[in-house]
Nanobody, 128 residues
Framework: QVQLVESGGGLVQAGGSRRLSCAAS?????????????IGWFRQAPGKEREFVAA????????LYADSVKGRFTISRDNAKNSGYLQMNTLKPEDTAVYYC????????????????WGQGTQVTVSS
């Protein structure tokens, strides 16, 4: 099994920055590890459905971003460290949510049900 653990959440003022990390371990039953997988970041605000934020292919060559974060957030990864990152700049109160990282082996996607493994999430709160 692949385990994902997010970190880096916390309280930040509007306009500030935060960097989230996603540490991966383990492998699938087929022997795949984090470095073989696309990574996605999702978020869920209170009373709202989970929404896509950003995704990055296992090669690191293709990205997808939600329109709401484009130009402010940057997704990246370091396969040597089995880690993924989400750099969040110019944060807004509407970015307040629990942020989740997830991985999948198929084509890069914005669709949450296509992701196979999920972390427990890290809370990001942006104060106005």
């Amino acid at each position: 099994q692949v385990q994902l653990v997010e970190s880096g959440g916390g309280l930040v003022q509007a306009g500030g920055s935060r960097r989230l990390s996603c540490a991966a371990s383990g492998r699938t039953s087929g022997g795949y590890t984090f470095s073989d997988m696309n990574i996605g970041w999702f978020r869920q605000a209170p009373g709202k459905e989970r929404e896509f934020v950003a995704a990055l292919t296992w090669t690191g060559t293709q990205t997808l971003y939600a329109d709401s974060v484009k130009g402010r957030f940057t997704i990246s990864r370091d396969n040597a460290k089995n880690s993924g990152y989400l750099q969040m700049n110019t944060l807004k109160p509407e970015d307040t949510a629990v942020y989740y990282c997830a991985t999948d082996l198929a084509t890069i996607t914005t669709i949450s049900r296509n992701y196979d493994y999920w972390g427990q999430g890290t809370q990001v709160t942006v104060s106005s």
